[in-house]
């Protein structure tokens, strides 16, 4: 997911044959949305995300996948 991102966003990831969650979280913390929670087979993979009913802001986004996980921030300008 790019950051800034628009209303409609695309990013990829790579997951493994485990469980794979990407989650949106608001500035302080609050679940915002789950994107992906389910098992995934190795390769690429690329997420919609429709941002157009958030407020601009700084959101962010949690992918885990196995003992992987990664935070990154994305700022959403309207």
């Not at 950051?3 to 044959?17: I, V, Y």
């Not at 915002?32 to 087979?41: F, M, S």
């Amino acid at each position: 997911i790019p950051s800034p991102t628009s209303p409609l966003s695309k990013g990829g990831m790579q997951g493994g044959l485990t469980n794979v969650s990407l989650i949106v979280y608001d500035i302080l913390g609050r679940k915002v949305t789950t994107l992906v929670n389910e098992p995934k087979a190795p390769g690429n993979y690329e997420i919609t995300f429709n941002a157009s009913q958030l407020a601009s802001g700084v959101y962010f986004y949690r992918l885990t996948s196995g003992s992987f996980v990664q935070t990154k921030k994305m700022i959403l300008l309207r």
